[in-house]
């Protein structure tokens, strides 16, 4: 058996985003970290999209629907 640290990447739009060595560990301090980057994070939902390689991806994905 062979144990392999995955890394956690956050991902939005198709950009991998950066993580702060000390906002790793809190999620939603790195929400609003990454809501100063691009806004519409805010409002977006977090989706697990899986293991690639060794990365754990972890997708901001919009809030898609009509206003009013």
Known sequence: MQINQLTRVYRY???DLPVPPHLA????GLRAYHATLYPAILNAETVDAGVT????????RRAVGTKG
């Open 53 to 60: 390689g060794t990365n754990l991806v972890t997708e901001y």
């Open 13 to 15: 739009d198709g950009i």
């Open 25 to 28: 560990d809190d999620p939603q």
